[in-house]
């Protein structure tokens, strides 16, 4: 069983610059949430989706976007990127049988600088 | 959202017993306590998760207070490779995202 990855690792991008952040789920998991982890705070969610449809946001602006395919993969799109988007964003999948006990499968995420 | 209250880091020796306690005074009826930990360098892992009942499983127990006021997860013999950031988290009431706080880091020497 594959677990959750995600590409690239790293990525350094400079003020106002768009980026693509990309994530495989876990074999068969329809649900993929993103979350965005600043230097020293827990994980915060940016929105989740379910067979290819947005199933709940946080409290992002819509200059984050996001998108899953028809084989359950995703990508993270941030525009006019800004000196705060620098973190750690991380893509989990699960099996959405039972939303509130189901388990999120953590990717080991991607390290975006801003500059 | 109901929140969630932990210390911030705590320590331990290795092969003793760790007790990482969870304050959530505002829980509703319907929430589950769940509890995630972060290791160096990774992405967050699912440890356990329960409703009233005290819970097990491989990697550690979970004790829930008879009001649901508060929670405490359990290690029995903490290894070196316990060192890690232990969130506790209450599913929001659509059960979409996982809720983290800073959670607590924990120490464990050998």
């Known amino acids: 069983e594959t677990g959750v990855t995600q590409s690239p690792t790293h990525l350094i991008k400079t003020r106002g610059q768009q980026v693509t952040l990309r994530c495989s789920s876990q074999?068969?998991?329809?649900?993929v949430s993103w979350y965005q982890q600043a230097l020293g705070q827990g994980p915060q969610f940016i929105f989740q989706?379910?067979?290819?449809?947005?199933?709940g946001r946080g409290n992002f602006p819509p200059r984050f976007s996001g998108l899953q395919f028809p084989n359950y993969s995703s990508e993270l799109n941030v525009n006019a990127l800004e000196l705060d988007d620098s973190a750690l964003y991380l893509c989990a999948s699960s099996l959405q049988r039972d939303r509130i006990t189901d388990t999120q499968y953590f990717g080991p995420g991607t390290r975006l600088t801003v500059l | 959202d109901a929140k969630t209250t932990q210390p911030n880091s705590m320590e331990s020796n290795e092969e003793e017993p760790v007790h990482l306690p969870c304050n959530h005074s505002?829980?509703?009826?319907?929430?589950?306590i769940h509890w995630y930990r972060q290791l160096p360098s990774q992405g967050p892992e699912y440890v356990i998760h329960?409703?009233?009942s005290n819970v097990n499983n491989r990697m550690a127990s979970l004790a829930i207070a008879e009001d649901r006021k508060s929670s405490t997860l359990i290690l029995h013999r903490a290894t070196l490779r316990d060192a890690a950031v232990y969130y506790c988290i209450l599913r929001d009431q659509a059960g979409t995202a996982l809720i983290f706080g800073k959670g607590t880091t924990l120490s464990v020497s050998s």
């Open positions: 505002t829980i509703s009826g319907t929430d589950y």
């Open positions: 074999s068969g998991h329809n649900t």
């Open positions: 329960g409703l009233t």
């Open positions: 989706y379910y067979r290819e449809e947005e199933n």
